[in-house]
């Protein structure tokens, strides 16, 4: 089965930097899309950043050149650079994951980020 190990998140300050991880396992994974989405509380769940196979990358409207993500096989980075507390939230992992004829959507268990004033 495809299981998703997210890392990286924490408590900084504002105007520091974190970079997530999120690593793609199991011998069922074919790696279609990755990214990471957000959700904070009283907040509906948003994107933050998606990059596919063709390395096509989206990020939300709030990111304003602030976040990169990048990716090495089954692996993404979500490097997140001048962290304002607005970005406190739990990021989520999201894997699109199969064939064309058949693909399949994964979520990690996410890890927290708050961000300090």
């Known amino acids: 089965q495809v299981h998703l190990t997210e890392s990286g998140g924490g408590l900084v300050q504002a105007g520091e930097t974190l970079r997530l991880s999120c690593g793609a396992s199991?011998?069922?994974?074919?790696?279609?899309?990755m990214g990471w989405y957000r959700q904070a509380p009283g907040r509906q769940r948003e994107l933050v950043a998606h990059?596919?196979?063709?390395?096509s990358e989206s990020y939300g409207d709030f990111v304003k050149g602030r976040f990169i993500i990048s990716r090495d096989k089954n692996t993404v980075y979500l490097q997140m650079n001048s962290l304002v507390p607005e970005d406190t939230a739990v990021y989520y992992c999201n894997a699109l994951s199969g064939t064309e004829t058949s693909l399949d959507v994964h979520w990690g268990k996410g890890t927290p980020v708050t961000v300090s004033s």
């Open positions: 199991g011998s069922t994974f074919n790696f279609k899309a």
């Open positions: 990059i596919d196979s063709t390395g």
